[in-house]
T-cell receptor, first 114, second 114 residues
Framework: KAGVTQTPRYLIKTRGQQVTLSCSPI?????VSWYQQTPGQGLQFLFE???????NKGNFPGRFSGRQFSNSRSEMNVSTLELGDSALYLC?????????????FGEGSRLTVL | KQEVTQIPAALSVPEGENLVLNCSFT??????LQWFRQDPGKGLTSLLL?????REQTSGRLNASLDKSSGRSTLYIAASQPGDSATYLCAVSGSGGSNYKLTFGKGTLLTVNP
């Protein structure tokens, strides 16, 4: 059974650009969450999508957005990149309905902003 | 606002030793608690999940306990091995609509010396 797949794994952008990251959840999982991991702040919740609707949102500026497609795949977008957006972006999937709430994470997309 | 603290921040032990990692959280109204392992530059691997109504979970050499009323969890690792070296993260999910939003601790960096 394939795990959570994130693409791309590594990318380098410059300030002011935008970036789109993709996440394919485990088959049968309909919830996708996104987290940002930095050395200073640790892991922070960005948002969660279920049935193509954003269900929860963390405390990040509007430059961070996401969406979910009908096949449960999700994308997140960061516009007008800043140096501080350099981080490991992790995606997690869950069945969400009728389960324990266990989350399974992908390998992450490492973004470097120059 | 939920806050999760992990003590110690780093731990170095000789191979074969039993050890305990600690996690505390400020709001006892949680849905579940998960322990994860993270290897350098990698994603998170789920180790154990404890539902809010449970007291402990075991998997192989790992045992996690939960005392929701006091806001504490411990991860016990028996007969540690060099392959156990990693960062261990504790995360709690909120109740109600935040069941799938995890709040993470900063982690404990474990080094097991051969």
């Amino acid at each position: 059974k394939a795990g959570v797949t994130q693409t791309p794994r590594y990318l380098i952008k410059t300030r002011g650009q935008q970036v789109t990251l993709s996440c394919s959840p485990i088959s049968g999982h309909r919830s996708v969450s996104w987290y940002q991991q930095t050395p200073g702040q640790g892991l922070q919740f960005l948002f969660e999508y279920f049935s193509e609707t954003q269900r929860n949102k963390g405390n990040f500026p509007g430059r961070f957005s996401g969406r979910q497609f009908s096949n449960s795949r999700s994308e997140m977008n960061v516009s007008t990149l800043e140096l501080g957006d350099s981080a490991l972006y992790l995606c997690a999937s869950s069945r969400r309905t009728g389960n324990t709430g266990e989350l399974f994470f992908g390998e992450g997309s490492r973004l470097t902003v120059l | 606002k939920q806050e999760v603290t992990q003590i110690p921040a780093a731990l170095s032990v000789p191979e074969g030793e039993n050890l305990v990692l600690n996690c505390s959280f400020t709001d006892s109204a949680i849905y579940n608690l998960q322990w994860f392992r993270q290897d350098p530059g990698k994603g998170l691997t789920s180790l154990l999940l404890i539902q809010s109504s449970q007291r402990e979970q075991t998997s192989g050499r790992l045992n996690a306990s939960l005392d929701k009323s006091s806001g504490r969890s411990t991860l016990y690792i028996a007969a540690s091995q060099p392959g156990d070296s990693a960062t261990y993260l504790c995360a709690v999910s909120g109740s109600g609509g935040s069941n799938y939003k995890l709040t993470f601790g900063k982690g404990t960096l474990l080094t097991v010396n051969p």
